[in-house]
């Protein structure tokens, strides 16, 4: 009985290890984007997977795209476990996007002077840059922002009315006032504080157990750490002058081969961020505008104007081009005013001179030889005859005959032979 009394108890020490309580981690720091989203969805299934007790989300973040914010709330709901969402570390912000967020998940942490707030639509997609949403479209925007928020603060039991003034007046709070006014469910100073104060919280019938609880992080996938780079404003701008610089480039120095085939391959990625990124159709409009400017002037003799008028439609354009996008998701002027200074030189100084010169006459080969005037060596007619020019002897034929020393010109070429007629 010892023996067997040994084993049962061997048995349900060994069970307690294997069936030992464990928490998931994501950090997400920047910007909220389509990368983001799918991070956090796929950790949602992998935490619920491993029984995991319940996924911590430490969020630190200016803001990003309501769709992608959208596509986490959707997430959090769907979740098969809780949802913590611990703004952190102390310092930490949830702006913009990060207070939908916050306020979606199942249990809302802060660290300790870290702050929450700034949710107007402004901020989050609707507008932005130097140019204003007309107020119709604005207050729309206004109107869907505030009930999307007011709905989250509802479904989680928080402090609507914070919520709605979050959104219409940008209002921002700090940790310890976001608890006093219910906004938040709880302040930790760090993980281990806030694994502790877990314990026990009941989240749709189920009761935490975080004590101890191992917290193992699930790292981002080598795709979303690509898309998390490579789906940005600024790698879709530099694309897009690739296609400018390639497709120009190709039809001022025909047959060099490289500079359509980078121009094809930037395409092709710029049509598929543009379907994820918030594009201004406007600021593409104008970018057009500035390139068809650029090269017109390459034509015509207005002594600038057009390209002057090129400079200030890219930049508008280029300014323009993100406006839709939230905090971080929006070219800075340390982008655009570089990229308009290098394309007008692209286009006043590659450009203008490569076109150009396919319109000039030829200035080496037998092209050259058309027009000039030399004294035939022998006898010239419709049989044949010879001239001596650029060093070589070569055979002409004339219709009408022409005496050797008698100058003419060469009037085109067939083969090695030249048309050459009497020059008077």
Same mark, same amino acid.
């Given at each position: 009985? &010892?023996?067997? =009394?040994?084993?049962?108890?061997?048995?349900?020490?060994?069970?307690?290890?294997?069936?030992?309580?464990?928490?998931?981690?994501?950090?997400?720091?920047?910007?909220?984007?389509?990368?983001?989203?799918?991070?956090?969805?796929?950790?949602?299934?992998? @935490?619920?997977?491993? &029984?995991?007790?319940?996924?911590?989300?430490?969020?630190? *973040?200016?803001?990003?795209?309501?769709?992608?914010?959208?596509?986490?709330?959707?997430?959090?709901?769907?979740?098969?476990i809780p949802v913590v969402v611990y703004v952190a570390p102390s310092g930490a912000c949830a702006g913009s996007a990060g207070v939908f967020i916050t306020l979606a998940a199942d249990i809302?942490?802060?660290a300790p002077h870290s702050s929450l707030g700034a949710a107007h639509p402004v901020e989050i997609g609707a507008s932005g840059g130097v140019e204003k949403t007309d107020e119709v479209m604005?207050?729309?925007?206004?109107?869907?922002?505030?009930?999307?928020?007011?709905?989250?603060?509802?479904?989680?039991?928080?402090?609507?009315?914070?919520? +709605?003034? @979050?959104?219409?007046?940008?209002?921002?709070?700090?940790?310890? +006032?976001?608890?006093?006014?219910?906004?938040?469910? /709880?302040?930790?100073?760090?993980? @281990?504080?806030?694994?502790?104060?877990?314990?026990?919280?009941?989240?749709?019938?189920?009761?935490?157990?975080?004590?101890?609880? *191992?917290?193992? !992080?699930?790292?981002?996938? #080598?795709?979303?750490?690509?898309?998390?780079?490579?789906?940005?404003?600024?790698?879709?701008?530099i694309l897009m002058l690739m296609v400018i610089y390639g497709f120009i480039g190709e039809l001022s120095s025909p047959g060099a081969i490289l500079p359509g085939v980078v121009g094809a391959? @930037?395409?092709?990625?710029?049509?598929?961020?543009?379907?994820?990124?918030?594009? &201004?159709?406007?600021?593409?409009?104008?970018?057009?505008?500035?390139?068809?400017?650029?090269?017109?002037?390459?034509?015509? #003799? *207005?002594?600038?104007?057009?390209?002057?008028?090129?400079?200030?439609?890219?930049?508008?354009?280029? /300014?323009?081009?993100?406006?839709?996008? =939230?905090?971080?998701?929006? /070219?800075?002027?340390?982008?655009?005013?570089?990229?308009?200074?290098?394309?007008?030189?692209?286009?006043?100084?590659?450009?203008?001179?490569?076109? =150009?010169?396919?319109?000039?006459?030829?200035?080496?080969?037998?092209?050259?030889?058309?027009? +000039?005037?030399?004294?035939?060596?022998?006898?010239?007619?419709?049989?044949?005859?010879?001239?001596?020019? !650029?060093?070589?002897?070569?055979?002409?034929?004339?219709?009408?005959?022409?005496?050797?020393?008698?100058?003419?010109?060469?009037?085109?070429?067939?083969?090695?032979?030249?048309?050459?007629?009497?020059?008077?």
């Amino acid at each position: 009985m &010892n023996r067997f =009394g040994f084993i049962a108890v061997l048995g349900l020490l060994l069970g307690a290890t294997v069936h030992a309580e464990q928490v998931g981690l994501i950090k997400i720091n920047g910007a909220i984007g389509p990368a983001t989203a799918s991070y956090i969805s796929r950790a949602l299934d992998t @935490a619920a997977a491993g &029984n995991d007790e319940c996924l911590i989300i430490q969020l630190d *973040t200016p803001g990003g795209l309501l769709e992608s914010t959208k596509q986490i709330v959707q997430s959090f709901y769907a979740a098969k476990i809780p949802v913590v969402v611990y703004v952190a570390p102390s310092g930490a912000c949830a702006g913009s996007a990060g207070v939908f967020i916050t306020l979606a998940a199942d249990i809302a942490v802060m660290a300790p002077h870290s702050s929450l707030g700034a949710a107007h639509p402004v901020e989050i997609g609707a507008s932005g840059g130097v140019e204003k949403t007309d107020e119709v479209m604005k207050q729309k925007m206004e109107n869907y922002a505030s009930s999307f928020i007011e709905t989250i603060a509802d479904k989680r039991h928080r402090n609507v009315q914070w919520a +709605k003034a @979050a959104v219409v007046e940008s209002k921002a709070t700090t940790a310890e +006032k976001a608890l006093e006014g219910k906004v938040i469910d /709880l302040i930790a100073d760090d993980m @281990a504080d806030l694994l502790k104060q877990l314990n026990g919280h009941v989240v749709n019938g189920k009761t935490l157990k975080t004590t101890g609880a *191992t917290v193992t !992080e699930i790292p981002m996938q #080598s795709w979303e750490r690509f898309a998390q780079v490579f789906l940005r404003p600024e790698v879709m701008f530099i694309l897009m002058l690739m296609v400018i610089y390639g497709f120009i480039g190709e039809l001022s120095s025909p047959g060099a081969i490289l500079p359509g085939v980078v121009g094809a391959i @930037a395409l092709v990625l710029v049509l598929y961020m543009s379907a994820i990124l918030p594009v &201004n159709v406007a600021g593409l409009a104008l970018i057009g505008l500035a390139i068809l400017l650029f090269i017109a002037d390459v034509f015509a #003799s *207005t002594h600038g104007v057009l390209t002057t008028g090129g400079m200030i439609a890219f930049f508008l354009g280029a /300014l323009m081009l993100f406006n839709h996008g =939230g905090p971080g998701y929006q /070219l800075s002027l340390a982008w655009i005013l570089p990229a308009t200074a290098v394309t007008a030189a692209f286009f006043i100084f590659i450009v203008g001179k490569g076109i =150009g010169a396919q319109f000039q006459p030829a200035q080496t080969g037998t092209g050259t030889m058309i027009g +000039k005037v030399v004294n035939a060596q022998s006898r010239i007619d419709s049989a044949g005859g010879k001239v001596f020019i !650029e060093g070589e002897i070569w055979n002409a034929v004339s219709a009408t005959p022409v005496e050797a020393g008698q100058p003419v010109e060469i009037t085109g070429i067939e083969g090695l032979t030249l048309k050459v007629k009497h020059k008077n």
